[in-house]
């Protein structure tokens, strides 16, 4: 499948980053001091925002301390982190065009995994610490095209978890999948569905647009 697009926007955990047992561990850790079921947690939790997850779990009046206490577990846990096949190659290709990152992760997380996965992050990156409504609303995402001065309708948006797929297509963008955290029936509402961008091309097709073709893909 083709694409042609005026700006990338990639989500990071699950997309440009490995980091899936980095977010397990501190989901188990957080969980384990509080007296929840981590894999229960873990079944609504990937993709969201951590202050919507914890909202649904804490009482009100004590969700600001239970997330900082998550991002402190987190900001710390970079073993086994690594950049995802392909995600070097794609932000290489793309450097010299319009592109941001676009994450449920709070930057304090966020950039140190990126350091770790030998990923320099973009110019624009929206984290959770930046917009008042997490995945699957499209705020994150609107908000990235407009500081790149694109319109969402010709951004490509790469996902990983079904609340980013809702997010991206909430925007009005094109939406291309990956299946490194989901199976390829749980990310059907994308546009395009990948195993990971090592199976994509992305390229300059003149001037500021970009080209990306896969070369597997399913809509």
């Not at 694409?3 to 989500?11: G, P, R, T, Y």
């Not at 009100?60 to 710390?76: D, N, P, R, S, Y």
């Not at 500081?147 to 991206?168: F, N, S």
Request: with cysteine; glycine share 8%; hydrophobic share 45%.
């Amino acid at each position: 499948m083709r694409f042609e697009c005026d700006a990338v926007l990639f989500d990071i955990d699950g997309t440009l980053v490995d980091s899936t047992a980095a977010v397990e561990r501190t989901w188990h850790t957080w969980a384990d001091n509080h007296g929840f079921d981590p894999h229960v947690i873990l079944e609504t939790s990937h993709g969201r925002r951590s202050i919507d997850v914890v909202t649904e779990l804490i009482p009100g009046e004590h969700v600001q301390a239970a997330v900082e206490e998550l991002i402190t577990i987190g900001e710390t846990d970079l073993d086994g982190v690594i950049a995802l096949p392909g995600a070097s190659e794609a932000i290489a290709a793309v450097r010299d065009q319009r592109w941001a990152a676009v994450t449920s992760g709070e930057a304090r997380i966020m950039l140190p995994r990126l350091e770790a996965a030998g990923l320099t992050p973009p110019e624009v990156m929206i984290t959770a610490d930046d917009v008042t409504r997490g995945k699957p609303d499209p705020e994150g995402y609107a908000m990235a095209a407009r500081r790149l001065g694109v319109d969402p309708r010709r951004c490509l948006v790469v996902e990983d978890a079904p609340a980013g797929i809702a997010a991206g297509l909430a925007a009005g963008a094109q939406v291309l999948a990956v299946t490194t955290t989901h199976e390829t029936d749980e990310l059907t509402r994308a546009h395009a569905v990948v195993p990971d961008l090592s199976a994509c091309d992305f390229s300059s097709a003149g001037g500021q647009g970009i080209v990306v073709v896969t070369s597997t893909s399913s809509s």
